[in-house]
């Protein structure tokens, strides 16, 4: 008996997928975290400096794990013992880095990216500056419209990312989105960006996996 969210994953995936081949936008879909994790490192190239966004899917899914294996210089932001600022820093090189990697807050049916900021190291990055970016992304971000995107970054996003880098925030506190009484420097969405096409064949990919991953 086929697994029913896995068979509605693989089917909203591919109306994604289509619809971001229109823009110039390559996608592709894993059933598994472990196929996807294969594919992305057989598309950085060796010897590559290789740029990590802030990204709970890519830590949780053992990617960050996987390219540290990987003879390439590693941007990692994540070892033990890294610094405030060796991570500033790393964010700042990431910007022009061969090959950057993070995940997507939101993927609408129509096949727009769409992410919040705090800092904006991360959309900056995916807009302009490394060479090719991957964004390994699961399922379970795919909305149907930019309405449902933005409240999904606002209402599940950030109140989780908020206790994750313990910042007190109102939706850290109450559990949802309270824009009025949210203020920097505490405040945690700064800089929205909606990708919805690509200029440059073969920079932008989107790499989807069949599992519930990150926020």
């Not at 996987?66 to 590693?74: E, F, K, Q, S, V």
């Not at 060796?86 to 022009?96: A, H, N, S, V």
């Not at 807050?105 to 990216?113: E, I, P, Y």
């Amino acid at each position: 008996m086929p697994d029913p969210k896995k068979t509605i994953y693989e089917r909203k995936a591919a109306t994604v997928i289509q619809a971001m081949a229109r823009q110039n936008i390559e996608a592709r879909y894993f059933d598994s975290r472990e196929e996807a994790i294969a594919a992305i490192c057989k598309m950085i190239p060796k010897g590559a400096t290789v740029g990590l966004g802030g990204s709970t899917t890519i830590v949780e899914s053992g990617l960050v794990d996987a390219l540290r294996g990987l003879d390439i210089n590693l941007l990692d932001r994540y070892r033990e013992g890294v610094t405030s600022q060796q991570q500033f820093d790393m964010r700042i090189q990431g910007l022009t880095s061969d090959v950057f990697i993070a995940s997507s807050n939101a993927v609408t049916m129509d096949g727009r990216l769409v992410n919040e900021d705090g800092l904006g190291n991360r959309v900056a990055s995916m807009i302009f500056g490394p060479e090719k970016v991957i964004l390994m992304v699961g399922c379970n971000k795919i909305v149907r419209t930019l309405d449902e995107a933005i409240s999904r970054i606002k209402n599940i996003c950030a109140p989780f990312n908020s206790i994750r880098f313990n910042v007190d925030t109102p939706c850290g506190r109450l559990g949802f989105c309270d824009p009025d009484n949210c203020t920097p420097p505490k405040r945690i969405c700064s800089q929205i960006a909606i990708i919805e096409s690509n200029a440059m064949a073969g920079r932008l990919n989107v790499i989807f996996v069949g599992e519930d991953l990150g926020f």
